[in-house]
C-alpha cells in the first residue's frame, strides 16, 4: 500500500487544503514524533541498544575488525600496540581478505545509500544489466570510495564520534541514573590482575568501543551495551573457579551505583 501525503492528490484538486493538512500531520509528523519518543526511550532506560544489537553497520565493524585482527593482531590502523586475544595470532595471509571485505562493503554501502534516493528496482535492475546512468554511477563509484575508507580506517571511530544516531542514544542514557550499566564489583578488584594473565584484563581486550568497562558511567559514554565485556569476565573469572566482577544493572541496582560512585568521586561535587 502506497503511503502517500496527500500532496499528489491535492495537486489534481481531489483534496483540499485541510484534507493536505491533516494528512501530512497524521503520516508524516505524528509517525516521526512517536518513533522517536520510543527509539529515545528505550535508550533512556537501557542505553544504546540498537547500536550494539540492531545496527547492521556496527555487525559490519565487527566482522572487519576479526579479520584485521587475524591480520595484524590490531583492531584498529591506528593501534600502537597489539591487542591480545586468546587462541589468535596475527597472520598476514589475512590481508587480502581484509581489503576485499572493506571494498565489497563500501560497494554495497553506496548502493543502499543510492536506493533511499531512487526506487530499489531501478537501482539495482540498471546495476545487473550494465544500464546505469552517468549520475548513479558516479554516485556509487564516489561512495564506494568513502565507505570503503571508513570501513577501513575509522569504523568504531565513526560509531563513538561520528553517528548522530549514537550520540543522541548517549545523551537520553546518560541522563537516566537507573539505565541499564554495566556495574564492576570494585572490593573484587584484585581478581582482575590474574583474570586473563598474561594478556592483562580481558574485558578490556573484548569492548569493540575500547573503552574500560570497569570504569564509572559518565567515562562509558559510547557503551553500547553489547556484553562481550561480561562473556569475556564471566569466561576468564570462570575458569578460576569465581564469580565474574562485571554485571548488568538496571533501575534501583543501578542508581545504588550511580550514588556509589559520586561519592567516591569529589570532582563530582566541584
Given at each position: 500500500?502506497?503511503w502517500s501525503?496527500?500532496i499528489?492528490?491535492?495537486?489534481?484538486g481531489e483534496?483540499n487544503a485541510?484534507?493536505?493538512?491533516?494528512s501530512i500531520?497524521?503520516?508524516?509528523f505524528?509517525?516521526?514524533?512517536?518513533l522517536i519518543?520510543v527509539?529515545?526511550?528505550?535508550?533512556?532506560?537501557?542505553?544504546?541498544?540498537y547500536c550494539?544489537?540492531?545496527?547492521p553497520?556496527?555487525?559490519?565493524?565487527?566482522?572487519?575488525n576479526?579479520l584485521l585482527?587475524?591480520?595484524?593482531?590490531?583492531?584498529?590502523?591506528w593501534?600502537?600496540s597489539?591487542t591480545?586475544?586468546?587462541?589468535?595470532?596475527p597472520?598476514?595471509?589475512?590481508w587480502?581478505?581484509?581489503?576485499l571485505?572493506?571494498?565489497l562493503?563500501?560497494?554495497?554501502?553506496a548502493i543502499?545509500?543510492l536506493t533511499y534516493?531512487?526506487?530499489p528496482?531501478?537501482?539495482w535492475?540498471?546495476?545487473?544489466?550494465?544500464?546505469?546512468t552517468?549520475?548513479?554511477?558516479?554516485f556509487?563509484v564516489i561512495?564506494s570510495?568513502?565507505?570503503?575508507?571508513?570501513?577501513?580506517f575509522?569504523?568504531h571511530?565513526?560509531c563513538r564520534f561520528?553517528?548522530?544516531?549514537?550520540?543522541f542514544q548517549?545523551l537520553a542514557w546518560?541522563?537516566n541514573?537507573r539505565?541499564?550499566?554495566v556495574?564492576f564489583?570494585?572490593?573484587?578488584a584484585?581478581d582482575?590482575?590474574t583474570?586473563?594473565?598474561?594478556?592483562?584484563?580481558?574485558?578490556?581486550?573484548a569492548c569493540?568501543?575500547r573503552?574500560?568497562p570497569r570504569?564509572i558511567?559518565r567515562?562509558?559514554f559510547?557503551c553500547v551495551?553489547?556484553?562481550?565485556?561480561?562473556?569475556?569476565?564471566?569466561?576468564?573469572?570462570?575458569?578460576?573457579?569465581?564469580?565474574?566482577?562485571?554485571?548488568?544493572h538496571?533501575g534501583?541496582?543501578?542508581?545504588r551505583?550511580?550514588l556509589r560512585?559520586r561519592?567516591?568521586d569529589?570532582?563530582e561535587?566541584?
Amino acid at each position: 500500500m502506497r503511503w502517500s501525503l496527500g500532496i499528489d492528490a491535492f495537486t489534481r484538486g481531489e483534496i483540499n487544503a485541510t484534507q493536505v493538512g491533516i494528512s501530512i500531520i497524521l503520516r508524516a509528523f505524528l509517525p516521526a514524533l512517536i518513533l522517536i519518543v520510543v527509539f529515545l526511550g528505550l535508550a533512556y532506560r537501557y542505553g544504546r541498544l540498537y547500536c550494539g544489537w540492531l545496527c547492521p553497520h556496527f555487525s559490519v565493524v565487527e566482522t572487519l575488525n576479526n579479520l584485521l585482527h587475524r591480520a595484524c593482531g590490531k583492531l584498529s590502523l591506528w593501534d600502537r600496540s597489539i591487542t591480545p586475544r586468546a587462541h589468535t595470532q596475527p597472520n598476514g595471509r589475512w590481508w587480502p581478505l581484509f581489503a576485499l571485505s572493506c571494498a565489497l562493503m563500501g560497494f554495497l554501502w553506496a548502493i543502499t545509500l543510492l536506493t533511499y534516493l531512487l526506487p530499489p528496482s531501478v537501482i539495482w535492475s540498471n546495476l545487473l544489466h550494465g544500464t546505469l546512468t552517468a549520475n548513479q554511477a558516479r554516485f556509487i563509484v564516489i561512495g564506494s570510495l568513502v565507505f570503503t575508507a571508513e570501513f577501513a580506517f575509522a569504523r568504531h571511530l565513526f560509531c563513538r564520534f561520528g553517528c548522530a544516531v549514537g550520540l543522541f542514544q548517549s545523551l537520553a542514557w546518560m541522563a537516566n541514573p537507573r539505565g541499564l550499566v554495566v556495574t564492576f564489583a570494585r572490593e573484587r578488584a584484585r581478581d582482575c590482575r590474574t583474570c586473563d594473565e598474561p594478556r592483562g584484563s580481558a574485558c578490556d581486550n573484548a569492548c569493540p568501543m575500547r573503552l574500560n568497562p570497569r570504569n564509572i558511567k559518565r567515562k562509558m559514554f559510547s557503551c553500547v551495551q553489547c556484553g562481550q565485556c561480561l562473556d569475556a569476565c564471566n569466561t576468564s573469572q570462570q575458569a578460576q573457579s569465581r564469580e565474574p566482577t562485571l554485571v548488568w544493572h538496571v533501575g534501583a541496582e543501578a542508581l545504588r551505583e550511580t550514588l556509589r560512585q559520586r561519592r567516591k568521586d569529589p570532582s563530582e561535587h566541584s
